[in-house]
Every structure is written in C-alpha cells, then in structure tokens.
C-alpha cells in the first residue's frame, strides 16, 4: 500500500498496546506510511502494561517519525488532508462515547473530526469492558455514520468480563484495505 498515508491512533486501553504495536509494524511492512497519534491519556500514563515512554520510543523507531498528540497538532489533518484512512486502535469506550456525541477534547477525537471532514474512512478497533453495557449505543450509532468502519470484534472473556469486547487486530490490515475501497470487513461480530 505504498503511498497510503495511514494515521493510527492509540487510546488509553494499555492491556492491549502490545498487540497494537505489532500492527502498527505490520502495516509498515505492507508500505503503509503509518503516521502515529496518542490520546493524552496513552502518552504520558505509565502502567502495569509498560512505561509510556518506552511505548512511545518504540512507536516512533517503527514510523520513524515523532508522535502526534496535542490538540494544535491534531487540527491541521483535516484543511491540509494529512491523511487517506485514520485508524483508532485501541478504541476505548470513553473516545466511542465522544466520537458519537461529536466531542472532540482529546487529541484522537479532534483527529477524528478533521480527518472525517474530508469525507475519509475513520476504523475504529474497539477495546472496551463496557462494549455490550454503557458504550453499545455508542457503538450502534458510529456504526450508522457515514465514512466510519470497524475493525472485526468480539468478546474477549464472556465469563469474567460479559460485556467486554475487543476487536480482533489480526484483522487490522484486512479492514483498512476495506474501508479504503468504502466496505466494511465482515462478519464485524465475530
């Protein structure tokens, strides 16, 4: 896909960070220009997961260019067209809620709406606890925008977690070949 300029977004769900980076490498592989974007949030908190830092050290020797975060640096993907496909994964159920409801206080939502104003497709991998709960309208009503896709997803642990889904991200290059041609990758629920 050399040439196609692929903005992916990281939020704030770090138990799944390890699995992001290695699509994040895998669309490098596939000649992606992969321009990276954090969540206030997934830039500067450390976890259990890992220390932000070392995410970000390690998402920028992949791209081989300096992560975008900040508002001032987010705005400008929409008037000057930063972008062929914007991608959010991991999505957390709080960006879903303010995807939905048009806010755009974070730096992955108002990327999100610059990049959307060029009529250009947003993916979304969710990974969220409250999927089948709180953030299901959320979800149900992206699912209704135009120009938006998702990432194939399903329940993560139905026992432990009933409402819990994550998208399944060895999809990730599937579903971005999709949503550049204007499809979206099926089944979604998986």
Same mark, same amino acid.
């Given at each position: ?13 770090f ?11 895998n ?12 969540s206030?949030n997934?830039?500067? !908190? /450390? $976890?259990?997961?890992?220390? @932000?830092?070392?995410?970000?050290? =390690?998402?920028e ?5 300096? +992560? ?7 705005e ?26 048009g806010? !755009? /206080? $974070?730096?992955?939502?108002? @990327?999100?709406?610059a990049?959307? =104003? ?6 979304i991998? +969710?990974?969220?606890?409250d ?7 959320n979800i149900?009503?992206?699912?209704n ?9 399903g329940?993560?642990?139905?026992i432990?977690?009933?409402n819990?889904?994550?998208?399944d991200?060895?999809?990730t ?18």
């Amino acid at each position: 896909m050399e040439g196609i300029r692929i903005g992916f977004a990281l939020c704030g769900s770090f138990c799944t960070f390890a699995k992001a980076l290695e699509q994040i490498e895998n669309l490098v592989k596939l000649k992606f220009e992969v321009i990276p974007i954090m969540s206030e949030n997934a830039y500067y !908190t /450390d $976890t259990r997961f890992g220390d @932000a830092e070392d995410f970000r050290n =390690r998402i920028e020797t992949i791209c081989g260019r300096g +992560v975008m975060t900040g508002l001032t640096q987010a705005e400008p993907i929409g008037p000057k067209k930063l972008l062929d496909i914007l991608l959010i994964e991991p999505c957390t159920g709080n960006t879903l809620g303010k995807l939905a409801n048009g806010i !755009t /206080d $974070t730096t992955v939502t108002l @990327a999100a709406k610059a990049h959307l =104003r060029n009529g250009r497709p947003l993916l979304i991998a +969710v990974s969220t606890n409250d999927a089948l709960g709180a953030a299901a309208k959320n979800i149900g009503q992206l699912m209704n925008y135009k120009n938006v896709f998702f990432v194939p997803m399903g329940q993560d642990d139905y026992i432990n977690k009933p409402n819990s889904i994550v998208a399944d991200f060895s999809l990730t290059a599937n579903a971005v070949e999709a949503a550049l041609k204007g499809q979206q990758l099926q089944p979604v629920i998986l």
